[in-house]
């Protein structure tokens, strides 16, 4: 069955970076897109960009650019978002989600994984 | 931007009909999709392409999408369906969720 497991919660201080993980499982990595969306407390759902996990393309959300990084390692069917200059305010669950773009739709979603941004 | 505005709560007794609305610019030319999260939870697909159910989710999930509004409906509700719902559609080489609506089943 599909599986997107995802990295443990962490603590991060305001301008740090974090890096999240979404190891894929029971489907071919490289066949689908990885979508991450995030989730702040208490509030709605915020998508953050997309990766094409064969040929490693991207495209990120306006907001974020210049600060988010998707990539991939295809030999572990992993694909990691990385977060730059963090703020107060990205404290959020962050998503991995299995895009399929012909409808547009993200059809697994991993567990999440919690970012706290405190100093 | 793209915004796709939803009602922020809506209640239903169990057995009837609960209606949640997504509005946004010319909805009714893109596909819409819809996510059930239960709290402490990840999302789940519960339609796409505007009224396809995936594997699994039950028939009383049902979904139409025209003009400028798309449409989820939870006919016959449960207890088991109280949970926020998020509409989400594609526009302009970027994907945008709905504000979320609260189904509270009394």
């Known amino acids: 069955q599909v599986q997107l497991v995802q990295s443990g919660a962490e603590v991060k201080k305001p301008g740090a970076s974090v890096k999240v993980s979404c190891k894929a499982s029971?489907?071919?990595?490289?066949?689908?897109?990885i979508n991450w969306v995030r989730q702040a407390p208490g509030q709605g759902l915020e998508w953050m960009g997309w990766m094409n996990p064969k040929y490693g393309n991207t495209d990120y959300a306006q907001k974020f650019q210049g600060r988010v990084t998707m990539t991939r390692d295809t030999s572990i069917s992993t694909a990691y978002m990385e977060l730059t200059s963090l703020r107060l305010d990205d404290t959020a669950v962050y998503y991995c989600a299995r895009g399929i773009q012909l409808w547009h739709m993200f059809d697994y979603w991993g567990q999440g994984h919690l970012v706290t941004v405190s100093s | 931007s793209y915004e796709l505005t939803q009602p922020p709560s809506v209640s239903v007794s169990p057995g009837q009909t609960a209606t949640v609305t997504c509005s946004g610019d010319?909805?009714?030319?893109?596909?819409a999709s819809w996510y059930q999260q239960k709290p402490g939870q990840s999302p789940v697909l519960v339609l796409y392409?505007?009224?396809k159910r995936p594997s699994g989710i039950p028939e009383r999930f049902s979904g139409s999408n025209s003009g400028n509004t798309a449409t989820l409906t939870i006919s016959g509700t449960q207890a088991m369906d109280e949970a926020d719902y998020y509409c989400q559609a594609w526009d302009t080489s970027a994907y945008f969720f709905g504000t979320g609506t609260k189904v509270t089943v009394l």
């Open positions: 392409q505007d009224t």
């Open positions: 010319d909805l009714g030319h893109k596909y």
């Open positions: 029971g489907y071919t990595f490289t066949s689908h897109d």
